[in-house]
């Protein structure tokens, strides 16, 4: 008995051995890696297949100057960090760089790029609003019509309760 569980035990702990290590890699990001966007992101957003460590992240956005754009409030939400962003308006390439670490794996490091053209503004040109001419001319026929079908409902209803009449009286 003693050398079976001892051998349940070594088997175990070579499967144990033997186990690759999970790797991190990187899932999906917003905005899309090497896209181009007319409205500026809120926040940038990067997701992992290895749930990362709540502390010890870290997640840069710079514009094509190298100067931070992001706001620094880095947010862990289950696969995903969220980066907030400052205001931007400078068209050009923004590299979002990340050094992510999860338990029991080797950091996450690596970078991306996005386009932010900023969106031409045109001046409206100044409406003027118009009032719509009145028409000239006399509401009599309208008039005549409308009173033409109120005589014409009244004739109907009275006609329709003398029917009614009618045919309670023959019962």
Do not use: H, W
């Not at 947010?75 to 907030?84: M, Q, R, S, W």
């Not at 009145?134 to 409902?153: H, R, Y």
């Amino acid at each position: 008995m003693k050398r079976l569980a001892a051998a349940v035990g070594v088997l175990g702990l070579t499967f144990l051995m033997a186990a690759p290590a999970m790797a991190n890699t990187l899932v999906a990001t917003s905005p899309i890696a090497g896209s181009t966007l007319k409205v500026a992101p809120s926040a940038v957003t990067i997701s992992v297949e290895v749930t990362p460590l709540d502390m010890g992240n870290e997640v840069t956005v710079t514009d094509p100057a190298g100067r931070r754009v992001d706001d620094g409030t880095l947010t862990v939400a289950g696969n995903d960090l969220i980066v907030g962003m400052k205001p931007i308006t400078d068209s050009g390439i923004y590299k979002v760089s990340y050094n992510i670490i999860s338990e029991m794996d080797l950091p996450l490091e690596g970078s991306f790029t996005f386009n932010f053209s900023t969106p031409i503004i045109s001046t409206p040109q100044e409406v003027v609003p118009t009032t719509p001419a009145k028409v000239q001319g006399s509401d009599f026929g309208t008039n005549l019509f409308v009173i033409g079908l109120l005589a014409a409902s009244l004739i109907v209803l009275i006609a329709l309760a003398l029917y009614a009449r009618k045919i309670f009286n023959e019962r």
